[in-house]
């Protein structure tokens, strides 16, 4: 065989096996890409009836008047019967969080007007009230009446919504709920499996998702409700077989 016929085959051997390797590699990416994109995304809700176990209970009042001692006197006054008041329901003097007295003075701060203020000396008492009795703040917010009937004026501007009611213990549930989320989307991922002939296999990723803390009545005032709803809604991907 002359070595021109002879370097004519080998250049046709390599070109067939170039040919060869051109359609296995695609064909094998191909393969690899499909079973890749061979995965359902599901999504798996778990929601729990909890009840707040922490209220916070915000307390302004104020006093008004011309002559600044007996406007302290007053307020100071004022303050003892919301105190003993709240002691006489039960709360004890941890829970029962005092602030300063805050006093303005209307005639130091016209800011130009000409008109006398009525009462030159405006005093404001607040307290806090944390508690884990959320019962207790409950119906002693409802008896408040009690301090109005006494002249005790309540300012509701800074407070229209007076009390809080929180649920703190978020982390102790989050693992059962995460499991009945994680069990909720595995059936549904059986489902569609069913219907398309396949199989689940292992979780290819996962989201927990966000926790959120809601009125079990769905009104929006989750603070202002004792009684919530908490709800996960976890985002799996499954393999299918």
């Not at 250049?11 to 590699?25: E, K, N, Q, S, Y």
């Not at 064909?27 to 916070?56: C, P, Q, R």
Request: proline share 2%.
């Amino acid at each position: 065989m002359d070595e021109k016929r002879k370097s004519k085959i080998i250049v046709g051997a390599i070109l067939c096996l170039g040919l060869i390797c051109a359609g296995f590699f695609p064909g094998y990416y191909y393969y690899k890409t499909y079973k890749t994109n061979n995965s359902v995304v599901v999504k798996g809700l778990a929601e729990m009836d909890v009840k707040a176990d922490l209220a916070i209970w915000k307390i302004k009042f104020t006093v008004a008047g011309n002559d600044l001692s007996a406007s302290q006197k007053k307020i100071q006054s004022q303050l003892n019967e919301v105190v003993n008041f709240l002691t006489t329901a039960g709360f004890n003097g941890n829970e029962i969080l005092v602030d300063s007295l805050s006093v303005i003075d209307k005639l130091a701060d016209r800011y130009g007007t000409e008109q006398a203020p009525t009462y030159r000396y405006i005093l404001t008492q607040k307290l806090t009230i944390k508690s884990k009795n959320v019962e207790l703040v409950e119906k002693s917010v409802s008896e408040t009446s009690k301090l109005v009937a006494k002249g005790i004026l309540f300012d509701g501007n800074e407070y229209s919504n007076p009390v809080s009611y929180l649920f703190t213990g978020l982390n102790d549930i989050k693992p059962k709920m995460l499991e009945e989320a994680t069990k909720n989307a595995k059936q549904s991922a059986n489902e569609f499996a069913k219907a398309s002939g396949s199989s689940v296999g292992k979780i290819r990723k996962a989201s927990q998702g966000v926790f959120s803390i809601l009125s079990q009545d769905d009104d929006g005032y989750e603070k202002q409700s004792i009684n919530k709803k908490v709800r996960v809604v976890s985002t799996i991907e499954y393999w299918l077989d």
